[in-house]
């Protein structure tokens, strides 16, 4: 019984948890990417210059952040092969820095 009761409050957990984020990402942009990435480094930036609210995921530092980002590439059928980071997930719409990346900023707002 007392195992029951520890699932249940396990799945209960993850549940809000899973909601939690779920609300987050739609109002708030979220970006994966990495500390010593300069594309990075430079689209934290350009959002902070702009006012726009954001996230960031250091996907190399937070193994969870990581899974999650690639399972959104993963839904949006977006291929890991040749990956360019950062990621963003603008309120649901997930999309990568593989271009020209002026291009890609314009994107952010």
């Not at 930036?45 to 006012?51: E, F, P, R, S, T």
């Not at 092969?81 to 002026?102: A, R």
């Amino acid at each position: 019984m007392k195992k029951l009761a520890l699932l249940v409050f396990f799945f209960t957990f993850l549940f809000q948890t899973e909601l939690s984020a779920q609300e987050t990402s739609k109002k708030v942009m979220i970006v994966y990417g990495s500390n010593e990435c300069h594309h990075c480094i430079d689209t934290k930036d350009y959002l902070k210059k702009n006012n726009i609210e954001f996230i960031f995921f250091d996907i190399d530092k937070n193994a969870e952040a990581l899974r999650e980002m690639l399972t959104k590439l993963k839904a949006a059928g977006i291929s890991t092969s040749n990956l360019g980071i950062p990621v963003i997930d603008k309120q649901g719409v997930i999309f990568t820095n593989n271009g020209v990346f002026e291009e890609f900023l314009k994107k952010l707002k």
